[in-house]
């Protein structure tokens, strides 16, 4: 039978939520999480999971800066869009990604349902494509303007944390 390595810094965090949920720092609280923390971690062992994630400093200042500027331009979209006497003409369009990973994928749609205006509806990783319901899309290029948009996020995000073959992929593939 093989034995179970428990990792301190899963311990650690184990015991931290415990406490967070707790409200209050006490010997009965520190060591009921401590109990609970190595029952669970040897209890329920879960398969080892490699994130592949790469932080660069420098580009997720970028990506915040951009998500920054975007979301209160949008915002000045959305109240226009609502002033103005004609109704937005809604829409869903299906935008199909360059990137494979999952969480790549939850970023990107993370990031465009945050900002005014768009909402990603629907993901399907398998195919990689996400459903997008835009408020307005009255423009003649509308969809051509909202596919332009995601790969401009999907790419700054890549270079934000995504890995190698990620930051590759998205560099080469021009479009599905």
Known sequence: MRRRRVKPGAV???VGVWLLLWGSISPLAIVSGLVIALVLLV????PPVEIGLRFRPLRVLSLLVFVSF????????????????ARPQPAIFEVPLRVHGG????MVAV????????????VRPQRRILEIHVLDASAPDAEQTVIREVRNL??????????????????????R
């Open 12 to 14: 650690l965090w184990l």
């Open 103 to 106: 969480l790549m994928i939850t």
């Open 154 to 175: 999907e790419r700054r995000i890549t270079a934000a944390f995504g890995p190698k073959a990620e930051r590759e992929r998205v560099r080469k593939e021009p479009g």
């Open 43 to 46: 209890g329920t062992p879960q």
């Open 111 to 122: 990031a465009l349902s945050a900002v005014p205006g768009s909402t990603v509806i629907d």
């Open 70 to 85: 975007d979301l209160v331009a949008a915002s000045f979209r959305v109240t226009a869009q609502i002033l103005r006497p």
